[in-house]
Structures are given as C-alpha cells and as structure tokens.
C-alpha cells in the first residue's frame, strides 16, 4: 500500500540534544511538508520541500533543520536551538502544489 | 493575509442527529478548501476537497460541504452522526499560489449516545 511512514511513533530528547525525525514515502510525490501541532493551535508549517534537493522555511523555522536528497524521503532534525520541542510532528505530501496533501501517522516528541 | 476561522472549537451533537461544522475563510482570491478529519494521535485524513468545479461537494463517511463565496464559508455537514465519527475536524485552504495550506484551529466533535 502507498502511504507515508513517520518513525518513531514516540520521541525523547534530552536537553541539549538534536533529534532526527524520520519521514518516507512511496506514493512518488514531488512534494513535502513538515508541521508541528500543539493543542488548539492547529498546525503550523515549519519546513516544505517541491523538490529534491531544495527546500523553504516555514512560519515556525527556528530551530529545526531538514534535508532532501532523495525524493522519498524528508527527515526533520529538531535541534538544541528549539527551546520548546514538545509536539506532536506530522509529516505530509503531496503530487504538486494545489493538490491534497497526505499525511503520516506522526511522531510524538517529549522532553527528559 | 489569507485565514481561516472555524467558528466552534467545540461540537456534541447525539448520534443520530445531522452535523455541522462551520469554516469562514479570508483571501484574496478563490482558494482551493479541504475539511480533514483526525483521530487521536493519527494523521489527518481527507474527507473532502473544493477546487471550483462545483459548490457541493460529497466528501467520504457520509459528510458534505457546501462552498459559498458570498459568505465566505464552507461549512461541513452529515445528515446523522455515528459515534465513529468523534475526532477533530480541520477546515484548510490554500495559500496563493498553492504552496502552502492554511489550517484551522481545529473542531472537536464529540457524538453522545
């Protein structure tokens, strides 16, 4: 089956610590997408890419870096600079712009 | 700016009885507009999409949304609630040119039995 795989399902940071989220997806899309969910709050996009090897910030950058060498697969690293880590991570794609985007299942992020 | 507002952050309804779940946007120009649905610590789920060829749209599960320009809303629906249909509900439009969607804070549906 198609479909985007988010790993882990549950994440824990240390402080001071970079963690890398894991995002692939075999559905052959050119686009994807990073947001961050905190309750009440919706989501907000931190990083989106339309292409391999390019990618844009974001409203909520700051913090987080990522990385787009293969076209399945967008990993998202939530740096020590991210003051405030604890969310919920959805990552997303999409055939192109305009289109309906698919999400994953997510990853939960705590800190120790 | 584009936005999108959902008029209630919360909904109980009794299964059985219809539901509506409301969305006001703000752009500039004709958006595309979605109605996602989540359940507790999945992703979200499309239900529907408008993109301009026609102002009702049937969306999966049963739920409808309506696309009025002159309101500005798009507001979702279903003629009888299911106690499967509990979850949020996300009102999402995008931003010019495509690029980006604008979300919702979010509806929490709750169905009483």
């Known amino acids: 089956d198609g479909g985007i795989t988010q790993s882990p399902k549950y994440l824990f940071r240390k402080e001071g610590q970079n963690v890398t989220l894991s995002c692939e997806q075999n559905?052959?899309?050119?686009?994807m997408y990073w947001y961050r969910q905190d309750p009440g709050q919706g989501l907000r996009l931190i990083y989106y890419?339309?292409?391999?090897?390019?990618?844009q910030k974001g409203d909520i950058a700051e913090g987080y870096s990522v990385s787009r060498e293969k076209k399945e697969s967008f990993p998202l690293t939530v740096t020590s600079a991210q003051k405030n880590p604890t969310a919920f991570y959805l990552c997303?794609?999409?055939?192109?712009?305009?289109?309906?985007?698919?999400f994953g299942d997510g990853t939960r992020l705590s800190i120790l | 700016a584009q936005s999108v507002t959902q008029l209630d952050s919360h909904v109980s309804v009794s299964e059985g009885t219809p539901v509506l779940l409301r969305c006001n946007y703000s752009?500039?120009?004709?958006?595309?507009l979605f109605w996602y649905v989540q359940h507790p610590n999945k992703g979200l789920q499309l239900l529907l999409k408008?993109?301009?060829?026609?102002?009702l749209v049937k969306g999966i599960n049963g739920f409808e949304a309506e696309f009025k320009k002159s309101e500005t809303s798009f507001h979702l629906t279903k003629p009888s609630a299911h106690m499967s249909d509990a979850a949020e509900y996300f009102c999402?439009?995008?931003?010019?040119?495509?690029?980006?969607?604008?979300f919702g804070a979010g509806t929490i549906l709750r169905v009483k039995s």
């Open positions: 997303a794609s999409s055939m192109t712009k305009n289109q309906p985007q698919h």
């Open positions: 559905l052959n899309h050119d686009a």
């Open positions: 890419s339309q292409i391999v090897n390019d990618f």
């Open positions: 752009s500039s120009y004709s958006p595309s």
């Open positions: 408008y993109t301009s060829a026609a102002t």
């Open positions: 999402v439009a995008t931003m010019e040119y495509g690029n980006k969607l604008v």
